[in-house]
C-alpha cells in the first residue's frame, strides 16, 4: 500500500470539538465588529510578490525568509499572503475609496502563511482576525482599535493579559533617533550579534526587538536612547493623547521603549498584547499605525491604524479554559430499512422546524449508534424499529438521564422544540 499523505509540515486540519472553539472565537470578532461598525472585507489568499515587498518591507523576516513565493503558469511572481494590512490597503486604493469615501474601517479573518520553524502556537499556514481604520489620523482612532481588541479578548475570557504600547514617531522625527541610536551603537558593536550587527545598517530600528541576551544587556543600560526623547511635537502630542484615552477606558497600559514592530509601514502607535501561559509564544496580538503604507504602495497620503490577532494561540487557550458549547442537534437511528424511510420523512420535518439532526443509517446496531450519538455530544436520540412502526410512534432516548419515551409525530416535534429552547 502507498503511504498515506498527511498535511505539510506547520500546517494542521482544525476538526471535532476544537472546531466549536473556532466558530466561537470567530462570532466574538463579528460580534464586537458589528458592534463598533466595521465591515468585513476578504482578500485574495495571494497576491503579486510585489504588494508584501513594497508594503511589508524589504528588510522585514517575513520578506527575507518567510514568504511563500511562486511563479505561477503565466510568469507571475505571486506571494501566499503572510499578513493582511497590504492586501486591505491595496483594495482600498485599487477600488477607489481614497477619493470616494477614505474613511472606512473593516475587519478580516483567515489564513495567514509564513515559512516559520513550526512550534506550539506558531505555525507556517495560521489564522488572524485584523481590524483596519483607512483615513483615520486621530489618536481617537488608535484607542479604538485597542479597545476593540481588549474587548474581544475578555469577552473570550482570556486572563492575565498586558498591553504593551510605544510610539515610534515618524518620518520627520525618527530619522534623528536612528542616527543617535547608530551612534551610539556604533563603538558597542562587537557585543551585538550578528544579526543586529547587520540590522545596524539596513534597518537599526529593528535591532530594538532582538531577543539575543547579549544584545539585551547593551539595550538595558541606563545611557541607552529612548525614541521617546526624539519625538516631535506633533508625535509626542499624539502619543499623550492616546495614553489618555486609554487612561479613560480604563485599559491598563504599559509603555515599551523598545516595542518596534517587525513591519516598515509602522509610524507613531505601536502596540502588542500579551498572554501570562502562553510560554515563549506570548503576543496575541499586535498592530499600530500605519501612516506610511499607502503612499508605498503607490497611492495618496492616507493614515491608517489597524491591528491583527493571531488565532492559534487564542484557540491554545480557549482549550484549557473553555467547554466547548455544542450545538443542539437529535440522532436519528433506524433500526430497520423501513425505519430509515419513516425517519428520513421526520427529516423534513425537523427542517421545517429548524431543528438539526443526525442522520444514521440501519445497517448499525442499536448500541453503535447510542455509542456514536455520545461521542457526537448529541443528547437525544430518534428510534424508529419495527414496534415503533405498528404502533405509529417514535422512541426518543435522552442520554443524559437515560429515559425513554414513546411519542406520536406531533408530540416528538413538540418536546425536541422545548428541549432546544431550553438548551
Ligand atoms: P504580526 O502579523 O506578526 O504582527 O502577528 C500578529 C499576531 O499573529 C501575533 O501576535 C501572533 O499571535 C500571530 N502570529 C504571527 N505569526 C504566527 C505564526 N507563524 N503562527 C501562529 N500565529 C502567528
Not at 515587498?53 to 510568469?75: A, H, L, N, P, S
Not at 476593540?148 to 493579559?161: K, T
Not at 509610524?267 to 506570548?282: C, M, N, P, S, Y
Amino acid at each position: 500500500m502507498a503511504e498515506v499523505i498527511k498535511a505539510p509540515r506547520g500546517t494542521r486540519d482544525i476538526l471535532g470539538e476544537e472546531v466549536f472553539l473556532w466558530q466561537r472565537l470567530e462570532e466574538v470578532v463579528r460580534k464586537y465588529a458589528l458592534l463598533f461598525g466595521y465591515e468585513e472585507i476578504r482578500t485574495p489568499i495571494f497576491e503579486h510578490t510585489e504588494l508584501f515587498t513594497r508594503g511589508v518591507g524589504e528588510e522585514t523576516d517575513i520578506v527575507q525568509k518567510e514568504m511563500y513565493t511562486f511563479t505561477d503558469k503565466g510568469g507571475r511572481s505571486l506571494t501566499l499572503r503572510p499578513e493582511g494590512t497590504a492586501p486591505v490597503v491595496r483594495a482600498y486604493l485599487e477600488h477607489g475609496f481614497s477619493v470616494h469615501e477614505p474613511r472606512v474601517k473593516w475587519y478580516y479573518i483567515g489564513p495567514m502563511f509564513r515559512y516559520e520553524r513550526p512550534q506550539a502556537g506558531r505555525m507556517r499556514q495560521f489564522h488572524q482576525f485584523g481590524f483596519e481604520a483607512l483615513g483615520f489620523g486621530e489618536p481617537a482612532c488608535d484607542a479604538e482599535i485597542i479597545h476593540l481588541a481588549w474587548m474581544i479578548y475578555q469577552e473570550l475570557g482570556l486572563l492575565d493579559l498586558s498591553l504593551e504600547v510605544n510610539s515610534i514617531g515618524c518620518p520627520l522625527c525618527r530619522p534623528r533617533y536612528i542616527a543617535r541610536l547608530r551612534e551610539y551603537l556604533a563603538p558597542l558593536e562587537d557585543r551585538l550579534c550578528e544579526n543586529c550587527r547587520r540590522r545596524l545598517v539596513s534597518n537599526p530600528l529593528r535591532v530594538l526587538d532582538c531577543k539575543v541576551e547579549s544584545c539585551q544587556e547593551v539595550f538595558g543600560e541606563a545611557t541607552f536612547p529612548k525614541i521617546q526623547d526624539f519625538l516631535c511635537d506633533a508625535c509626542r502630542k499624539h502619543e499623550r493623547e492616546l495614553f489618555t484615552l486609554l487612561e479613560n477606558l480604563r485599559i491598563p497600559f504599559a509603555v515599551n521603549h523598545r516595542l518596534v514592530r517587525g513591519l516598515d509601514y509602522y509610524t507613531r502607535t505601536v502596540f502588542e498584547i500579551k498572554v501570562r501561559h502562553l510560554g515563549a509564544q506570548d503576543a496575541v496580538g499586535g498592530g499600530g499605525r500605519y501612516d506610511g503604507l499607502s503612499q508605498a504602495l503607490g497611492g495618496p497620503d492616507v493614515p491608517g491604524v489597524g491591528f491583527a490577532s493571531g488565532m492559534e494561540r487564542i484557540v491554545l487557550l480557549l482549550e484549557k479554559t473553555t467547554q466547548p458549547s455544542f450545538p443542539f442537534r437529535v440522532y436519528l437511528a433506524p433500526q430497520d430499512e423501513a425505519g430509515e424511510g419513516v425517519l428520513l420523512s421526520l427529516s423534513r420535518e425537523l427542517v421545517a422546524c429548524g431543528i438539526p439532526f443526525h442522520l444514521d443509517f440501519a445497517t448499525k446496531s442499536l448500541k453503535y449508534h447510542l455509542k456514536h450519538a455520545q461521542r457526537m455530544r448529541i443528547r437525544f436520540v430518534v428510534i424508529v424499529g419495527e414496534s415503533e412502526r405498528t404502533r405509529g410512534v417514535f422512541a426518543l432516548k435522552d442520554l443524559a438521564s437515560g429515559e425513554q419515551v414513546s411519542l406520536p409525530l406531533s408530540e416528538l416535534l413538540a418536546r425536541l422544540r422545548k428541549e432546544r429552547e431550553l438548551c
